[in-house]
Structures are given as C-alpha cells and as structure tokens.
C-alpha cells in the first residue's frame, strides 16, 4: 500500500508543481522519448542478466507491493515450531519424520498457510530438521550448516535488487543519450521556425527529465524496497535457526522459541505473555 501511496506521491508532486509553476502537460508527452529510454533500459537489463534473476526480479517487484511480515507472523512461526518440538519431546524425533519429509502434508504446517506458501522458509526448516534427526551434526557444526545456508540464501535474493539497482544507475545517462539524439534532430531543423526549434529543443530535455525522475523517483526506490523486503525474509528464517539450534542443543521447545523471540526487533517481536499463552493454547487443542 505504502508502495501505491509514493507513486501516487512522485507523480503529484512532480507534475502538479510543473502545472503550477504554468508548465503545459503535454509538452511532457513524448512517447519516442519513453521509447528510446526504456526500450534501451530493458535492453541493458537483458544484457546484463541471466534468466533466472529477471524471473527473480518480476517475483520480488510483484511482492513489494503486498504486505511483509507482522507480528502476528512471527508468532504463528514461534508457536509452530512450538508444536514441532512438543512432538519430538513426546514421540521422539523419529515422530518428526512425516512433517519434515512431506511438509505440504503435515498437519501442523497446514495451519501456518503463510509459512507453508514461503518455500524458502519451509525448505531451511525441514533440510535442518533432516540433519537433526540424523543426529550426525554437532551443535557448533549445525549452525555453521544453517549459517552457510542463509548466506547462500541471501546473495541470490539480493541479485535481482541489485539488477534493478544497476538499471536504475543508468537511466541519467540513457536519459541523456535521448536528449542528445533529440539535439542532433534538432540541429537537422536548425534553420526553421523559432517555434518548431523550441518544439524539439523541449523534446530533447524531457528526455533527460524523465531518466532522472525514472532513477530517483521510481526505479531506485523500488529496488531500495526489494532489498528491504530480501531482509526481512533472512530476519524470519534467522528467527527459526535460533530455535532449531536451542533445540538441538536440548533445550526445552518453550524456551528454544524464546531464544529465537528474542533476536526479533520490537514492532514484529509478540511478547513473553502473548507467546506463552498462545503456545499453551496448542497444547489445550
């Protein structure tokens, strides 16, 4: 929403400013100009990047524009590894087994829908309690396992933002490639018209004026939020390495997810109460 509301923001400012200060707006139309731009833009895009980080780079522009994680999403993943754990400590991990290897069937995970929809997060969750189950990995060694995993993790969801950041690098100067083309059009008419003259000569600055407001307003910004939103993602998959790394070293599951609650920050951290609480409602079901 928030993401609408600054675009909506750019424009009105932007152009309402240029119409007060008695601009006409359709001097500002000029299609070529957007053509020239954002065809050699998207060019440069196709250039630079593999197939994978432009499907990467739609995914993540389409998911900034819904809403990230909230408190109450971070309580639904503490109380669900909650659960987890309570079955390890009643069955054994072997009673693990069914959730870890078909988590798309699991009871439990079915639940959480936002949790069983992030494939990254289910992925982490299962792979690591595979390797607890196997009871192959020292404490030590499984957080390095876990810690490689996130960093893995995080350099490739931040290729796309990057991508995008490169582009958006580039649209001043593709900016400036349109106003020079349009000077040399210009030049071709030098000896017309004054009026046809300044035509083309204002032309030529929109395109710089729209590289500049394409980087600044838009295009930058948009890969400053996918980056925000790529950390948000490491946050709540680092929320469950703490807890899976308590409970491998024994701790009890109430305080395997107290552990990981506390490396929340503030505004999406749910209280000692409220996480207790939910979490004996689970066992009262």
């Avoid at 731009?37 to 499907?55: D, P």
């Avoid at 929320?239 to 009890?252: E, I, P, Q």
């Amino acid at each position: 929403m928030l993401v609408i509301v600054g675009i909506i923001t750019v424009f009105a400012t932007v152009i309402g400013g240029y119409i007060l200060e008695g601009g006409h707006i359709m001097a500002l139309y000029q299609p070529v100009e957007v053509l020239i731009i954002g065809g050699a833009a998207v060019g440069a895009m196709l250039v630079g990047n593999s197939m994978h980080v432009i499907k990467g780079m739609v995914s993540q522009l389409t998911a900034i524009f819904g809403s990230g994680y909230t408190k109450q999403d971070y309580q639904d993943i503490l109380v669900m590894m909650f659960e987890i754990f309570n079955i390890a400590r009643k069955d054994g991990l072997i009673g693990l087994e069914a959730h870890v290897e078909h988590p798309e069937d699991s009871d439990i995970f079915k639940k959480y829908p936002k949790f069983l929809k992030n494939h990254h997060a289910v992925d982490f969750f299962a792979d690591t309690m595979r390797v607890i189950i196997s009871g192959a990995v020292q404490p030590t060694d499984l957080e390095d396992l876990m810690d490689n995993d996130i960093e893995a993790l995080l350099e490739e969801e931040l290729h796309p933002s990057h991508a995008l950041n490169t582009v958006s690098d580039s649209l001043p100067g593709l900016g400036i490639v349109a106003a020079v083309l349009g000077i040399v059009i210009t030049m071709g008419a030098i000896d017309g018209p004054p009026e046809e003259i300044g035509h083309k000569v204002g032309a030529a600055l929109v395109g710089t004026f729209l590289g500049i407001l394409a980087c600044y307003g838009f295009v930058g910004p948009l890969a400053a939020n996918m980056k925000f939103r790529i950390n948000e993602d490491i946050q709540y998959i680092g929320c469950m390495k703490h807890a899976l790394l308590s409970f491998n070293k024994g701790v009890a599951g109430v305080i395997a997810v107290e552990f990981a609650r506390r490396t929340l920050f503030a505004d999406v951290r749910p209280g000692f109460t409220e996480l207790e609480e939910a979490c004996n409602e689970t066992k009262r079901k």
